[in-house]
């Protein structure tokens, strides 16, 4: 049996580092707005078509030593990073989130979970390098979050406290958000801030988003004071905060409740 969930194991990492360059090419396109489903992929340097053998996950960078095969000009870790990512999160979803026995673990719960890691992957990206989170990420985080419920529904895990935890997630934090928004006129926390963590804690429930607010926050702190300290210069403007609520999203959901009710059991 560990053996046949160890086989599932690995196809189920290279499907997600499959899906990891289908995000590269979203982490890429959707910012500027073009089509993701049209034109070939070509290299940003001397825009050369690539084809299958430049384009196969993790595999043609590492055997490409990080290089482009035409112009050899140096491809971004990114590429290999986000495929490593995906996949690494999908196997952990299996194995935690969806009881990872064999073929059982195959289920509308890890489609959900899927989805759910790699939205909060794009949006990590993108909200970084241009501090926008597109709305398509958020509906799909959404989508996922259906697809728990259905999975629920079908296992009969379902009830009505259940549910009801998953609408109050939806509210908690994103109605705290939009209140600081408001109060600050916009300038200390985006729209897109406020409709990410709404479909997380649709997606996650109440406890582990508002356990998430604050591992985001805590990860906010740690690399505001490491890059004070690695890069010793001012940072120019604002941190955009959706990388880290889609780090402390993507933590809690396999930790999230279980510190909520450590931390609850204390009184
Ligand atoms: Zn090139």
């Given at each position: 049996m560990a053996f046949f969930t160890a086989y599932i194991g690995t196809i189920i990492f290279v499907f997600g580092a499959v899906i990891g360059s289908f995000l590269n090419v979203l982490i890429y396109r959707l910012p500027i707005g073009?089509?993701?489903?049209k034109g070939n992929s070509i290299?940003?340097?001397?825009?050369h078509q690539l084809y299958w053998k430049d384009l196969f996950p993790l595999f043609s960078w590492i055997f490409l030593g990080g290089k482009?095969?035409?112009?050899k000009a140096p491809i971004s870790k990114q590429y290999p990073i986000v495929e490593a990512l995906n996949g690494t999160f999908y196997v952990l979803a299996y194995i935690f989130?969806?009881?990872?026995?064999g073929v059982e673990g195959l289920s509308l719960k890890l489609a959900g979970y899927m989805i759910f890691f790699s939205c909060l992957i794009v949006v990590s990206w993108v909200d970084f390098k241009h501090q926008i989170i597109p709305d398509s990420m958020w509906i799909a985080i959404l989508v996922g979050g259906l697809f728990i419920v259905g999975d629920a529904l079908i296992t009969g895990e379902f009830n009505k406290d259940w549910i009801i935890a998953r609408v109050i997630g939806f509210f908690a934090v994103s109605g705290l958000f939009l209140l600081i928004g408001l109060v600050t006129r916009g300038r200390a926390m985006g729209g897109g801030d406020i409709k990410l963590i709404a479909a997380v804690g649709f997606a996650l429930g109440w406890k582990a988003v508002l356990i998430s607010l604050f591992m985001s926050a805590l990860f906010g702190v740690f690399f505001t004071i490491g890059r004070k300290i690695l890069v010793k210069t001012e940072m120019k403007g604002l941190i955009p905060f959706g990388p880290f609520l889609a780090m402390g999203s993507a933590v809690c959901a396999f930790c999230g409740e279980w510190i909520f009710n450590s931390y609850m059991s204390l009184f």
């Open positions: 073009m089509d993701f489903k290299c940003p340097n001397c825009e482009c095969r035409y112009c989130l969806c009881g990872g026995e």
